[in-house]
């Protein structure tokens, strides 16, 4: 056996006691927690495990509280990423031509994105107080009418989509501008001396030869937008009512509210499910576009 093949045999046997180690931690409780959703469990009232099978995952999908959740996370999701999209695209191509103060820009736009969710959420808060905020203050002074901005179903979707574009546009804007700055400047070159227009430029070179960066960068922003509660939790609570509750609160409400576990389980793998097939059909759908473009 040569030294090679020996060395490679010791680093993985020092390798396969962390491998197991880090298996274990991943699946235990992802097993138990699937083995808790056939079941119905209580800890108030102290009830003792029962199985029920299919139960749980029929009561969910006949709730129309879990399907008001879905409507009201799709909502969010969609139209905040589109939004944060755009604009982050745009903020990146601005940064990109070097406009004066482009280092200040660079690091003021970044800000939001380093901040605790948590207290972002607390300042939007103060700022959207239906009475006393800054907003509504500052309308008053155009002699206005307060808007209720945490009160009225509309505007308090409105007001926390309004909060996720300010705090992940600058996450767009970060990968965005890393791609611009990675594009040949040759084929640019060649595009000016032919007097093709910025429109062109950016229809036919740069936004094709970003689109697999695009399609990452969605992805990732989709997933991050429907595990949102801690924005939706101090800013609403999910409320007016139940019409911004999302399917995370409605999870969190399940199981350390009404101490349902059993209930809570079920809904995570049915949250975990329509996460991987709108996963999947979104690649599908965006392998697609991408051949469009070669």
């Known amino acids: ?17 962390a491998f197991l180690l880090v298996l274990a931690v991943t699946l235990f409780p992802l097993i138990y927690a699937l083995v808790v959703s056939f079941q119905s469990i209580r800890i108030v009232p102290p009830l003792p495990p029962r ?23 799709a909502v969010i ?14 903020l990146a191509l601005t940064l990109h031509h070097n406009v004066p103060g482009a280092s200040l820009y ?8 380093f901040l605790a969710p948590v207290s972002v959420a607390l300042i939007a808060r103060m700022l959207f107080h239906p009475v006393l905020g800054p ?54 070159e060649a595009a000016q001396v032919d007097n093709i227009s910025v429109w ?21 922003r989709l997933i991050e937008g429907f595990k949102i509660i801690d924005t939706v939790f101090v800013l609403t609570g999910g409320g007016p009512g139940t019409s911004t ?24 793998f049915l949250f975990l499910i329509v996460v991987i097939v709108f996963g999947t ?9 991408m051949r469009r473009y070669q």
């Open 1 to 17: 056996m040569s030294v090679g093949a020996r060395h490679d045999r010791i680093k993985h046997v020092f390798m396969f006691p």
């Open 77 to 90: 999701v969609f139209i905040s990423v589109a939004i944060q999209y755009v604009l982050g695209f745009a």
């Open 200 to 220: 062109r430029r950016f229809r036919d070179i740069t936004f094709p030869m970003l689109l697999p960066l695009s399609v990452a960068v969605i992805f990732i």
């Open 106 to 113: 660079r690091v003021s736009f970044l800000l939001p994105m």
């Open 135 to 188: 907003v509504n203050e500052m309308f008053s002074l155009f002699g206005l009418e307060n808007l209720p901005f945490l009160t009225q179903p509309a505007f308090a979707l409105a007001t926390l989509v309004t909060v996720e574009v300010w705090q992940w546009t600058p996450f767009v804007v970060l990968l965005m501008l890393a791609g611009l700055q990675g594009l040949p400047n040759e084929v640019f």
């Open 281 to 289: 059909l979104y690649l599908a759908a965006a392998q697609r576009m």
């Open 245 to 268: 509750e999302t399917l995370t609160l409605f999870a969190y409400n399940e199981g350390f509210k009404k101490f349902n576990i059993g209930m809570t389980s079920a809904l995570s």
């Open 51 to 73: 199985f029920v099978g299919l139960d749980n995952y029929a009561d969910i999908l006949a709730s129309a509280r879990f399907w008001g959740s879905v409507q009201v996370t």
